[in-house]
């Protein structure tokens, strides 16, 4: 890479496989208490256990007593008390169906309509689950599913959306489950696994091959509730990350307070997702491949557990976000157009241009010889850990990811996963995106103002002195010329250094995030603005952790990506060791941000895009939102010249071209 690079970015071998660990979920279900109208059902219930144990008992003493019954007597006794005890189950079963929501009396009622979406009663099995907190529906793809009540919603985890992808499924397009392999005739309450990856902070696997699960939360199951859907496409680098990672990912708590249905998936990461190799074919992206079979499964199953398929709003941080995009762009080519209405996209690529040819090339010369494989029956039979060894050679799992968070060497681009193929994907995305009026859809895209703080390149940031910002500012940029790096300090100088609150993290990490996230945004905003009819808005965030929050192995103070997201899910304590191990924080701050985040979201979510919270927040490009405040007095500020001078300077100089690859 360089010098430089070596001078602050460690450099380890993983460990061996049986010190790897494998990925378990640790988040503790909460339960709420019954409903008050699901509670007569209960005690129906038991009446008609205890009811039925009383006759036996009884029946039996009387026997002892006074001699059996006659026949006849046997049977008349025998055929009443199983009419009783049906009639006393059905009844119970309808008054649970027909709760007005899982845990709550204050919730909408969840209506019954017809049998594939009706709730009922389902047997604990030895879980220790009252009869009140286990249900069940039925869905197309997936015939009868059990479920969950959690947090005043139905909560149906792991559902195979496709086949697992091992053996000689690697590395192939994902084919769809049956509703034989989709549950597997266990109930859905635990999530399942994670894509196999390599933990960038623990420098451990986490995670299994076989990961291609959904999960869904709705406030009600009713096929005619024609509730909202909502579908979170995680985020990490296509790299990391999971659709149930704690502090980033939906909950019974959120599907219920919006009263719209979660959806969560899935994808295959890395090597394993996104390996272009001449060895295996043309066919490559399979990653996204992934993604688009989940979006498929929603539209033809998600009406059965209460959402409307003509409701869909994607939400996707950074890969999640330049997933969507790539299947916005391959859509109507790929039949996968109309999948979702709107998008909500925070820090996606805006920069997705290798071929595969080019992506080919590099990983013949590298991955491919450190694999020592020659062939694709030899790449299928390796380990998934020892594919992504062979990927990362003697880089740290780290390294892609904070190279791209710290300024650019001149000719040295972040690795692209996600590639122009040529069959999917002929173009660039968003070139696609431009030029089909069938790509035409409201989008939301969002930024933080210090979005690298996530885990910026240098280990020792938040130790600098101001000569130490300007040298390692100076050393960067001279690559591409002095006169870049001179007007580079320039625009973000340190005139201010007797504040405080105006630290070289705080200024370097403003300048990486304009070069590599803010102003590609806002170029990429520009463009669909121009092309399309729908509206597209622009909004940054300014607003700060109430304390320093450690999401990827750096403690971050400022505005980093993607706390936005993590207060939408209202889950910010998961990072700020708030919440009582539920996630909600405790800071007025914090909540006061969760809640403008979710006006500004779910008043997009509800128009179908058409529509933001404030009156004077006009589409882009008249005006960007600056989520911004103080004192727990979060607003949302539209402005009309947010980082005008420096995106120019970076746009004109070919800085922008360096955007992250997310």
Not at 598 to 627: I, Q
Request: proline content about 6%.
């Amino acid at each position: 890479m360089s010098l430089l690079r070596g001078a602050h970015r460690p450099y380890s071998h993983l460990d061996d496989e049986d010190d790897l660990v494998r990925y378990t979920d640790t988040q503790q279900d909460s339960r709420n208490s019954p409903t008050a109208s699901a509670a007569p059902a209960s005690r129906l219930v038991d009446h008609a256990q205890r009811s039925r144990r009383h006759y036996w008992s009884t029946s039996g003493a009387a026997g002892s007593q006074q001699g059996r019954c006659s026949p006849k007597m046997c049977v008349l006794v025998a055929v009443t008390t199983l009419v009783t005890l049906t009639v006393l189950v059905t009844v119970a079963a309808g008054v649970i169906a027909t709760t007005v929501s899982p845990s709550s009396s204050s919730a909408s009622t969840a209506s019954t309509g017809d049998a594939s979406g009706t709730t009922s009663v389902w047997s604990s099995g030895g879980s220790g689950r009252s009869l009140e907190d286990v249900v069940r529906a039925r869905t197309p793809g997936c015939g009868e599913i059990a479920g969950v009540i959690e947090d005043g919603a139905f909560v149906f985890k792991a559902l195979r959306y496709a086949e697992a992808p091992v053996g000689e499924r690697r590395w192939r397009k994902p084919q769809p489950s049956t509703a034989q392999s989709c549950v597997a005739g266990r109930r859905a309450e635990h999530f399942g696994s994670a894509c196999l990856q390599a933990n960038p902070v623990t420098k451990k696997f986490e995670g299994s091959e076989d990961c291609l699960f959904l999960n869904v939360w709705t406030p009600r199951i009713d096929p005619t509730a024609s509730m909202d859907v909502l579908v979170w496409i995680h985020g990490g680098f296509l790299q990391l990350g999971s659709g149930h990672q704690p502090g980033l990912s939906p909950s019974g708590r959120l599907a219920k307070v919006t009263n719209a249905v979660l959806v969560s998936f899935n994808y295959r990461l890395g090597p394993l997702g996104f390996l272009a190799l001449a060895a295996l074919g043309n066919e490559v992206n399979h990653g996204l491949w992934d993604a688009a079979l989940a979006l498929t499964w929603v539209r033809d199953n998600i009406r059965s557990l209460g959402g409307d398929p003509e409701k869909v709003t994607v939400v996707g941080a950074d890969a999640g976000a330049s997933l969507a995009l790539a299947i916005l762009a391959a859509g109507p080519q790929a039949g996968w157009d109309r999948l979702f209405r709107a998008a909500w996209l925070d820090g996606p690529s805006s920069v997705l241009n290798r071929t595969y040819a080019q992506v080919a090339k590099h990983n013949k010369a590298f991955f491919q010889q450190r694999s020592g494989c020659s062939n694709a029956t030899c790449l299928r039979a390796l380990s998934g850990h020892d594919v992504i060894k062979a990927h990362l050679g003697k880089d740290d799992p780290s390294f892609r990811i904070r190279d791209q968070n710290d300024l650019p060497i001149q000719g040295i681009f972040p690795e692209q996963f996600l590639v122009v193929d040529g069959t999917l994907l002929t173009k660039p995305p968003l070139e696609m995106i431009e030029g089909n009026s069938k790509c035409d859809i409201p989008i939301l895209i969002g930024s933080s103002s210090q979005a690298v703080d996530i885990w910026p390149g240098p280990d020792d940031l938040s130790h600098w002195s101001w000569n130490q910002y300007k040298k390692y500012v100076t050393t960067s940029l001279d690559s591409f010329g002095s006169g870049i790096t001179q007007m580079a300090l320039q625009l973000y100088n340190f005139t201010n250094a007797t504040d405080p609150g105006n630290t070289p993290e705080l200024v370097y990490t403003t300048m990486v995030t304009d070069l590599r996230v803010a102003c590609p945004l806002a170029n990429m905003a520009s463009n669909l603005a121009t092309a399309f009819q729908s509206p597209v808005y622009r909004y940054v965030s300014e607003i700060r952790p109430s304390k320093p929050v450690n999401i990827l192995g750096h403690e971050a103070p400022y505005s980093l990506h993607p706390w936005t997201l993590a207060a939408f899910f209202g889950l910010q304590g998961h990072f700020l060791g708030e919440g009582d191990g539920d996630g909600t924080p405790q800071e007025e701050p914090d909540l006061a941000l969760r809640d403008v985040v979710r006006e500004m979201a779910l008043r997009f979510v509800r128009s179908a895009g058409r529509s933001v919270p404030v009156a004077d927040w006009m589409r882009y490009p008249k005006t960007v939102a600056l989520l911004r405040g103080a004192n727990a007095t979060w607003e949302v500020v539209p402005t009309t010249s947010y980082k005008k001078t420096e995106c120019k300077f970076w746009t004109s100089e070919g800085l922008t071209q360096y955007a992250w690859i997310s």
